[in-house]
């Protein structure tokens, strides 16, 4: 499994601790959205996307299985963000 595409827009809210949202392109034919960029305490982190269940609990919706490709999803989703600009304020 390659990540063929990732694309990422950053944000900066005051008081958000999140930075961005990605979406990754696997192999050109399976994408994921909504993984979300956190500032977190010992830094910058993704959380894949998730939905709030009945009892209030989040959720993954879709999540790598072993750490070698959460470790593959995030480097490529840093390198991304590290490469992308804040969009300008109006």
Same mark, same amino acid.
């Given at each position: 499994?390659?990540?063929? $595409?990732?694309?990422?827009? @950053?944000?900066?809210?005051?008081? %958000? ?5 990605? /979406?990754?392109?696997?192999? %050109? ?6 993984? @979300? ?9 993704i959380a894949m996307p998730s939905? &709030?269940?009945? /009892?209030?609990?989040? &959720? $993954? ?7 070698? /490709? @959460? %470790?593959m999803f995030q480097d490529a989703?840093?390198?991304?963000? %590290?490469? /992308? ?6």
């Amino acid at each position: 499994m390659q990540i063929t $595409d990732v694309r990422v827009r @950053r944000f900066e809210k005051e008081g %958000n601790r999140m930075k961005g949202i990605a /979406t990754i392109t696997l192999d %050109n034919c399976f994408i994921v959205t909504d993984i @979300r960029i956190i500032d977190g305490e010992k830094g910058l982190f993704i959380a894949m996307p998730s939905r &709030k269940t009945a /009892t209030g609990e989040y &959720k $993954d919706i879709a999540h790598p299985l072993d750490q070698e /490709t @959460r %470790n593959m999803f995030q480097d490529a989703i840093m390198e991304e963000f %590290n490469n /992308t600009e804040l969009p300008e304020e109006e």
